[in-house]
């Protein structure tokens, strides 16, 4: 009779065979989707560190960062190279599962059976030489690789390198790659690799073959002949597993189990027997699993009969005979079902969980220190756009600030200007007015030979013109100058010192020191007064004083000018001299340098008002006049008169004394006389010259003081101008760099969600597949 436990287990085997069976989907295909998942996941991770990467070689911030970019770079770089390596892994990995027994227990047969095909050479005695892995191949036609070659060759040749009993076999931890088509064997498109072992009491290289073909291994099944109990060597080959790696997935195959059914009486309690002590074999020595999981881990088959049978299934053949007729054959072949449904959950759990599971939690932890990096990327660029926009705020301020300023200044210097100008102007017609009044003071200081001589007399003249114009220039200079020079340096410093305000402190010094051109300004008083004087005539002949003409000229002509011609007196000469010299005169310039018509001294228009009423007495009596001579005429009629009058000899006393006057007037006549009549003459010609000009000096004089102090203004005002021109190129800079950190914060911002998404990702792969979040 079976025990109850045993009974249950085997319902429960089974129940779970009935339920799930052949038609439902395999638990290798979680691993499968796990697999892509993840794979795609880590690929997309690895496109999003290199985009980090080539954010921060990109990224500058300040140069108090630069280091810590540099930094943030280089870890980001190990982050890609850790996340490429892990890449390669996951492409690679596969479930692995790797066979044990000792020799001849049917380690090949059970992989054989479970892939439905005979593919690994199988025997009774030490059959499996080296070490066989069967990898799924999308190829059509089986091949296999021997170490150390790349050569595929026929998978027939198998049966000689991997067969101890051949002579062309290979070392006993040597590795065979056979590659079968996905097509013919469902678990092996489902990325499962199973691995063949020789007999482990055959070589004594137990350490060698772990850690060379089992590390990697998700789970052992451990092939034991049902025919005898556990061996120790078979125990102590686990237990070096056991040392190796944490908790291994072994499962027991309790083989051959079909020569039971020759001895039904003590089946029961060789099962239990078995059953107990491999329980106590995982739980108690091993400890990789409890004892109720330990249970599950054990059955009992038959891998001959199950190869058997799934042959003729593959063939077409009936199954009718053969395998099924051995007594208790389908409960073998359900528990063989079961083991594979047991082996399919747990090998797809534990690979998931040893391939997947520190691979999902590395990339977590990648993922969340990249947003970290990102999070002080933001925070750095965040400080750095703050400082720069209360910068820009402060420059936009200041520039503001200057533009009002220097339109305040400017219409300020414009006033002042024009002000000082007007001063200017007065002052020097009040000077020049000053010194016209002195003039023949000027003249007479002049010292050189004088003789009437025509030739003579032009370079007198000429000299004369220069002597006046330096003395005009010099007098017109100590009188203004000094004043001018300070109320130009007083504005200009003003100026400057208005203007310093606007400049930031960086600029150099505005000042007007002693030495500079500002201070060292001084306005022309240039006359001209040879072209004043070109049509100068002086009449230097002698003239008696008490002559007919001079008594006309003096008593009668300014109250009756044309009875004094009808008389006989000369004057058309003064006329002539004054109406060319209001001519030359009729245009000069005014202030702003535009021709403008002279006004007529008031002399000239008298004598112009007079003959203007006596055009026609003038006229008339000039015309009798040009028909004799005047004098003679004259002193014909007056000699008579007086003759009658007065008799000859008061005449003739008269005619003594007159002729006495006239020789002492003729002897007195000298150069000196001469000369002095000629200043005399010059004096009066050149004051009404002058003062036709004053007004024009004046003018031109304001204009060089308007200009210089224009010209300093604007001197001024472009340095001004310059830092206006500074502060908005300064503004633009600080909007384009406060643009670019906005971008750079922005692009970490996202960079930042992009890991925390990868990192929900990961989370969200591990809670789906049932991995333990206490390692993340």
């Given amino acids: 009779m079976r025990n109850s436990s045993s009974q249950f287990k085997r319902a429960y085997s089974l129940k779970d065979g009935e339920m799930n069976g052949v038609h439902g989907e395999s638990p290798l295909h979680n691993f499968v989707k796990a697999k892509q998942k993840i794979n795609s996941t880590f690929g997309d991770i690895g496109k999003y560190l290199e985009n980090c990467n080539n954010f921060l070689a990109d990224c500058k911030i300040s140069d108090d960062n630069n280091e810590e970019i540099k930094k943030f770079s280089t870890e980001v770089s190990g982050y890609l190279a850790q996340v490429s390596g892990i890449s390669e892994v996951l492409a690679r ?39 066989l892995s ?3 191949s999308d190829l059509p036609d089986p091949y296999i690789l021997i170490p150390e070659s790349n050569e595929k060759k026929n998978v027939k040749s198998l ?42 009491d055959v070589s004594p290289d137990l350490d060698l073959w772990i850690d060379k073909h089992c590390l990697d291994a998700d ?43 020759s001895e039904p009486d003590t089946m029961e309690l060789v099962k239990n027997q078995h059953l107990s002590r491999n329980i106590s074999f995982l739980a108690d020595e091993l400890k990789c699993v409890d004892r109720a999981q330990a249970e599950d881990r054990v059955f009992f088959v038959s891998a001959k009969e199950n190869i058997m ?50 691979h999902a939690v590395s990339g977590m932890k990648i993922t969340n220190m990249v947003k970290v990096l990102m999070e002080q990327i933001v925070g750095c660029a965040f400080q750095q756009r703050t400082k720069l926009e209360k910068a820009k705020k402060e420059q936009e301020n200041r520039l503001e600030y200057v533009k009002e300023q220097l339109e305040i200044c400017s219409h300020d210097s414009k006033r002042q200007i024009k002000e000082i100008t007007a001063k200017v102007e007065a ?17 007479n200081e002049f010292d050189h030979p004088f003789h009437p001589h025509p030739g003579f007399l032009r370079t007198y003249k000429k000299e004369l013109y220069s002597h006046l ?85 003096k008593f009668l002509a300014p109250h009756n000018a044309g009875l004094a011609i009808a008389l006989g007196a000369n004057i058309q000469r003064n006329v002539q001299s004054l109406v060319p010299t209001a001519q030359h005169n009729a245009q000069s310039y005014s202030t702003e340098g535009r021709p403008r018509a002279s006004t007529q001294t008031s002399s000239s228009r008298d004598v112009m008002t007079r003959y203007e009423g006596d055009d026609v007495t003038l006229a008339v009596i000039q015309g009798l006049a040009s028909l004799t001579s005047r004098t003679g005429t004259l002193v014909v009629i007056v000699g008579g008169l007086i003759w009658k009058t007065v008799g000859w000899k008061f005449i003739a006393l008269c005619g003594g004394l007159y002729s006495g006057v006239y020789v002492i007037e003729r002897l007195r006549w000298t150069n000196n006389a001469k000369e002095k009549t000629f200043k005399r003459q010059f004096v009066e010609y050149a004051t009404e010259k002058l003062q036709l000009v004053v007004s024009f000096t004046s003018a031109n004089c304001s204009i060089q003081v308007q200009q210089e102090l224009t010209s300093t203004f604007v001197k001024l005002k472009s340095l001004v101008q310059r830092a206006k021109e500074t502060l908005e190129e300064n ?31 990961l989370t969200q792969f591990v809670a789906e597949f049932g991995l333990e979040k206490s390692k993340m």
């Fill in 469 to 553: 114009e330096r003395g005009l220039g010099r007098n017109m200079t100590a009188r203004c100058s000094n004043s001018q020079t300070q109320v130009i340096c007083d504005a200009q410093r003003d100026m400057a010192d208005r203007l310093r305000g606007l400049l930031p402190p960086e600029s150099p010094e505005v000042s007007l020191e002693p030495g500079t051109p500002a201070l060292d300004f001084q306005a022309s008083y240039k006359l001209d007064v040879p072209s004043l004087c070109t049509d100068f005539q002086e009449d230097i002949e002698f003239h008696f004083t008490l002559g007919w003409q001079a008594i006309l000229r």
């Fill in 134 to 136: 069967v990898h799924g």
């Fill in 309 to 358: 049978t799934r042959m003729q299934k593959h063939q077409g053949m009936p199954q009718g005979g053969g395998a099924i007729h051995v007594e208790g054959f389908p409960a073998r072949q359900l528990e063989f079902e079961n083991f594979e449904r047991k082996f399919e959950e747990c090998i797809s759990k534990s690979a998931i969980q040893t391939k997947f599971e520190s």
């Fill in 219 to 261: 789970v052992f099944v451990l092939v034991a002949n049902a025919e005898s109990t556990l061996m120790v060597t078979e125990k102590n080959f686990f237990h070096k597993v056991n040392q190796r790696l944490s908790r291994p997935n072994i499962f027991i195959l309790n083989n051959r189990w079909d020569a039971s059914a």
């Fill in 427 to 443: 002052q020097v017609t009040e000077a020049m007015t000053e010194e016209i009044g002195r003039l023949g003071l000027l003249v």
């Fill in 731 to 761: 503004i633009i800079e600080l909007y384009k760099e406060i643009t670019r950190l906005e971008k750079i914060e922005n692009d970490a911002k996202i960079l930042r969600n992009k890991a925390s998404w990868f990192e929900s990702e």
């Fill in 93 to 131: 990995d596969q479930m692995k599962v790797a066979f044990f027994g000792r020799t001849s227990n049917g380690k090949s047969t059970a992989v054989n059976a479970m892939l439905q095909d005979k593919i690994l050479p199988m025997g009774i005695g030490h059959t499996t030489n080296c070490f």
């Fill in 159 to 200: 049966s000689q390198l991997a067969h101890a009993l051949c002579d062309e076999k290979l070392d006993h931890s040597s590795l065979v790659q056979v590659f079968w088509p996905k097509s013919r064997c469902k678990m092996l498109s489902e990325d499962v690799v199973l691995v063949d072992s020789p007999g482990i």
